[in-house]
C-alpha cells in the first residue's frame, strides 16, 4: 500500500530556512517521480517542484527562484525539500504526491485525487 507521510513543518522567520520530508511507504521511492504541493490560505493548492526517480534531475515553478531544492535520501524512502530565504508568501499546508500507477519522470500532467497524497504539513513564514 502506498502511502506517503510529510514532516518538517512549522514556524520560520522571513529569510529563513525549513526543511520537509516526504516519507514513502509501499514503493520505492529512488524509482518513483515525487511531487512537491502547497496549498495557501484561500488559495487552491498548486505545484511546486518535481525529482523524477533514478537521479537527482529536479524541476522548480518560477516562484521558486531558485530557494528550493529537493533531493532524496535512498536508504531512508525520503525526499527533502530544502527551503530557503523563506518569505510569507510561502505560509501555506505543503503535500508531496506521487502519481498512481507509479510514474518514473516527471510530467506536467495534472494531479487529481487517484494519484497518492500525503496529509500535508503547515509551513508558516512571519516575524
Known amino acids: 500500500q502506498v502511502q506517503l507521510v510529510e514532516s518538517g513543518g512549522g514556524w520560520g522567520p522571513p529569510g529563513g530556512s525549513l526543511r520537509l520530508a516526504c516519507i514513502a511507504s509501499g514503493f520505492t521511492l529512488d524509482y518513483h517521480a515525487i511531487a512537491w504541493f502547497r496549498q495557501a490560505p484561500g488559495m487552491e493548492r498548486g505545484g511546486m517542484s518535481c525529482?523524477?526517480?533514478?537521479?537527482?534531475?529536479?524541476y522548480y515553478a518560477d516562484f521558486v527562484g531558485g530557494r528550493f531544492t529537493m533531493s532524496r535520501d535512498n536508504a531512508k524512502n525520503t525526499v527533502y525539500l530544502e527551503m530557503r530565504s523563506l518569505k510569507p508568501e510561502d505560509t501555506a499546508i505543503y503535500f508531496c504526491a506521487t502519481r498512481n500507477p507509479l510514474e518514473h519522470n516527471c510530467s506536467n500532467d495534472e494531479y487529481d485525487l487517484d494519484d497518492y497524497w500525503g496529509q500535508g504539513t503547515q509551513v508558516t513564514v512571519s516575524s
Open positions: 525529482l523524477r526517480g533514478s537521479g537527482n534531475k529536479s
